[in-house]
């Protein structure tokens, strides 16, 4: 379906945002109105994921979405129910693999990663980079929205709530939307083991430079290849024949913190990305990251090894962020191939 313009659902006070470029308003942190004090705070983006998600994909941009092509049923299940004409926003669209899946709706997406935003340009996506917690679009002008393994790469509280009301905001009354997030209830037990836990969770205040700091227990093991997985890097089912392709780059070395409990209550991962050499060699990316320590070479594999942060949730959490927000109900929860899904309607 055509005649959609982007331009024509952003906010009048939205900032423009043109060539793959994020333009920000400048912040004010001074005395003022507490609530839009508190606003900005949430909006900051913390230096997590500044390094270890925006720098991260904008470096993996090309081979990630050579990987991201298999469409989830129950994400398909959801936009292929919605009525003929619906506008639908895909917050974090990535690659862009969900506009569009439904012929019979108009569809609109935004992601914070430039690359991956002029990938969805050139396959002639309606599509405008931009920050899932402070979208530029106006209030109450979809039908539907969907977020599809957004949230875990948030690292407050704060934020994540933050980028639920936004999907909130920009859907009509009656409107719906579909959340997605990787589960720490994984099919396959043993996957956690193999991602490397944050000493500590990050509160809204880490803002400060450096690296965060991972469990140093010692380890006899080497970097092994996780058997073929999902998006989550759990075992799946083929959803089709060439999705064989998927993830043989999500490897991880096995980490453990001696204490069982630990490993219960963690919920704070990086999860490496391993990027071929001659993936890295198209991207110049690669030589800064490498330089500066964000990113380390796999000899033995060929690769350049990105480490991504995640906060992976926990049965009921999803829901226990949506409490406070007073114009929405859950239509819908469920567990699918390792990760928590909701369905909320706006009201």
């Known amino acids: 379906m055509t005649g959609l313009c982007v331009a024509d659902l952003l906010s009048s006070s939205s900032p423009p945002v043109s060539d793959g470029e994020l333009n920000l308003q400048p912040l004010s942190l001074g005395n003022g109105d507490p609530k839009k004090s508190s606003s900005t705070s949430v909006q900051c983006t913390p230096d997590i994921e500044k390094k270890y998600v925006h720098r991260v994909y904008e470096a993996i941009a090309p081979h990630f979405s050579s990987t991201r092509f298999a469409k989830w049923p129950k994400v398909s299940t959801f936009l292929n129910a919605l009525p003929r004409g619906s506008l639908v926003l895909d917050a974090g669209c990535g690659n862009g693999k969900y506009l569009g899946l439904n012929p019979e709706c108009f569809y609109i997406g935004c992601d914070i990663s430039p690359p991956l935003i002029n990938i969805c340009l050139d396959r002639g996506n309606e599509v ?88 140093s227990s010692p380890s006899p093991f080497t970097l092994g290849r996780i058997p073929e997985t999902d998006e989550n890097g759990g075992n799946r089912i083929k959803y089709d024949s060439e999705e064989k392709r998927e993830h043989e780059h999500e490897e991880g070395s096995l980490v453990t913190s001696g204490n069982e409990n630990d ?81 909320l309607e706006k009201t």
Not at 195 to 200: D, I, N, S, V
Not at 321 to 335: E, H, M, P, Q, S
């Open 128 to 215: 405008m980079v931009a920050d899932a917690v402070n979208m530029p679009y106006r209030n109450d002008f979809g039908d539907a929205a969907i977020s599809i393994a957004v949230l875990h790469h948030l690292s407050t509280e704060s934020r994540r709530i933050k980028a639920i009301e936004e999907l909130l905001r920009v859907v009509r009354k009656g409107g719906l939307a579909l959340i997605t997030v990787w589960a720490v209830e994984q099919e396959d037990g043993t996957l956690l083991t193999k991602w490397t836990p944050l000493a500590e969770k990050y509160s809204s205040e880490w803002v400060g430079p450096g690296s965060p700091r991972v469990r």
């Open 263 to 343: 490993i219960d209550s963690q919920q704070e991962y990086f999860v490496p990305w391993h990027l071929p050499y001659h993936r890295a060699e198209i991207s110049g990316a690669s030589v800064g990251a490498l330089a500066s320590g964000l990113a380390k070479r796999d000899e033995k594999k060929g690769t350049v090894v990105y480490n991504r942060y995640y906060h992976v949730f926990k049965e009921g959490e999803l829901e226990r962020l949506t409490c406070g927000i007073k114009n929405a109900v859950i239509r819908d929860r469920f567990y699918d191939k390792s990760n928590w899904c909701i369905i």
